[in-house]
């Protein structure tokens, strides 16, 4: 089992930055994919960034450029840094453990899931 918990959502306006953290516990974490998805109302589930232990990161077209994903193995936690955010970028945001092989964009991959939190850009 692992526990995933998202700290960081907010409310910031269009060209601003966030920083999103994920705490992971349980099972040994060196050997887990970590990924952020993201869900606006009435849209489903998309795939921004993923991340394997050994740091190979993956971006969905839209975030690249604007968001970075870092780990820390040590401390068991996934950070994603949110630069020059856009009114798109609305949605709950959350963040998921994979044990597949490489950063899958599917969430049916992912069976590791945070409660979620907020992120709200204002134009």
């Known amino acids: 089992q692992v526990q995933l918990v998202e700290f960081g959502g907010g409310l910031v306006q269009a060209g601003g930055s966030l920083r999103l953290s994920c705490a992971a516990s349980g099972r040994t974490f060196s050997n887990v994919v970590m990924g952020w998805f993201r869900q606006a109302p009435g849209k489903g589930r998309e795939f921004v960034a993923g991340?394997?232990?050994?740091?190979?990161?993956r971006y969905a077209d839209s975030v690249k450029g604007r968001f970075t994903i870092s780990r820390d193995n040590a401390k068991n936690t996934v950070d994603l840094q949110m630069d020059n955010l856009k009114p798109e970028d609305t949605a709950v945001y959350y963040c998921?453990?994979?044990?597949?092989?490489?950063?899958?964009?599917?969430?049916?991959?992912?069976?590791?899931w945070g409660p979620g939190t907020q992120v709200t850009v204002s134009s």
């Open positions: 998921a453990a994979s044990f597949t092989n490489g950063v899958s964009s599917f969430s049916t991959h992912y069976g590791y």
């Open positions: 991340i394997t232990w050994s740091s190979g990161m």
